[in-house]
Nanobody, 115 residues
């Protein structure tokens, strides 16, 4: 059974930092491209960052320079380090795993940025 379990969300003040983790099981993790998406209330789910199987990373413009995606294939885990958080970053953050058209999602973790 495939599971993607996100953790690390919470409430943080503007300018603060959070580190999200997504632990994968039931897949050959190293084969999969991994991604983080987010969905704010009333908005569509949006791609935040991706990291390929060879650790090549890409980011949406709004988080470049603030967020860093990384992966640890030994721990079957992908991370999203989020710095200088802004209220617009408030959303549910979802982990995604993709390999040759096979697509898995986690259940999401809430991030709230507010003073």
């Amino acid at each position: 059974q495939v599971q993607l379990v996100e953790s690390g969300g919470g409430l943080v003040q503007p300018g603060g930092s959070l580190r999200l983790s997504c632990a994968a099981s039931g897949i050959i993790f190293s084969r999969y491209a991994m991604g983080w998406y987010r969905q704010a209330p009333g908005k569509q789910r949006q791609l935040v960052a991706t990291i390929s199987s060879d650790a090549s990373a890409n980011y949406v413009d709004s988080v470049k320079g603030r967020f860093t995606i990384s992966r640890d294939n030994d721990k079957n885990t992908v991370y999203l380090q989020m710095n200088n958080l802004k209220p617009d970053d408030t959303a549910v953050y979802y982990c995604n795993a993709v390999w040759i058209g096979i697509n898995y999602w986690g259940q999401g973790t809430q991030v709230a940025v507010s003073s």
